[in-house]
């Protein structure tokens, strides 16, 4: 049973928004294109350096079309990964060299025509110190941007805190009544007069209690009692002493 679909449609089922792309009909597609713009048979001059036409000893067979070779991926892949490890074993022999220094029978032995070793020597010397500086910087960089996003840390909790106070007080205000709060703001205002008439009689009381003698300054009973009980004795003694 065969049926048509349009080329919007065929689009969106080769590639769609979300999901795997759809080779089958997207080979369909381009093909369609192909053959509606009339240059199925034109050719493409190729100058011979393309990847994809690289001959690999394992070969896949596409399912539609012409049988034509074409080049495992996951062959492809792993030459890509030996040369990544070839590059990556020469960078490291090189460092290897950067790192070691060279002896003086080495020296004399590679100074030769043009060669410098001794100056080449130098330089990978200023080259490491160079390296360990950008370390020690980036060291340094690191912490104090973790020390930035430790404060930032502390900083974002207290304004989490803040604004959770904020609401509360917020909610609070939002559950008074304006009235009752009236209310209150005279009955406030009420006691704050009670409370300064009772300020002032608390100052005329003490003023009160600093007039009152203190006990020194006081003549007690039995004191005058002795006082008048000598002046009478004296009295006496002047009567009987004149006659």
């Known amino acids: 049973m065969s049926f048509s679909l349009t080329y919007t449609e065929l689009v969106n089922v080769a590639i769609p928004q979300c999901g795997v792309v759809n080779f089958k009909a997207l080979h369909l597609l381009l093909q369609g294109i192909l053959d509606h713009i009339q240059i199925a048979e034109l050719k493409k001059v190729l100058s011979g350096d393309e990847d994809f036409l690289q001959a690999s000893p394992v070969m896949l067979i596409p399912r539609e079309g012409d049988a034509q070779p074409i080049i495992n991926p996951m062959k492809r892949l792993s030459n890509i990964f030996d040369h ?8 490291e022999v090189k460092l290897a060299e950067m790192q070691g220094i060279p002896t003086t ?16 020597m130098w330089n990978n010397i200023k080259i490491q110190k160079r390296i360990e500086g950008n370390e020690l910087a980036t060291e340094k960089f690191a912490k ?13 909790s207290t304004v989490e805190t803040v604004k959770k106070d904020m609401d509360t007080v917020k909610f609070v205000f939002e559950k008074l009544n304006p009235q009752k709060m009236e209310l209150l703001c005279d009955d406030l205002k009420v006691q704050n007069r009670k ?5 002032r009689e608390v100052v005329t009381l003490q003023n009160k209690v600093r007039a009152i003698p203190q006990p020194e300054e006081m003549v007690l ?16 003694l002047v009567c009987l002493v004149i006659r």
Do not use: C, N, Y
Request: hydrophobic fraction near 45%; aromatic fraction near 6%.
């Open 84 to 91: 990544v490890v070839d590059r990556m074993e020469k960078i």
């Open 221 to 236: 009973w039995s004191s005058l009692h002795e006082a008048m009980f000598s002046l009478l004795t004296w009295e006496a």
């Open 144 to 156: 104090t941007l973790q020390d930035l996003l430790s404060d930032l840390h502390v900083t974002k």
């Open 195 to 199: 409370l300064g008439a009772l300020q």
């Open 105 to 120: 029978a080495k020296l004399l032995e590679d100074s030769q025509g043009t060669k410098r070793p001794a100056e080449d």
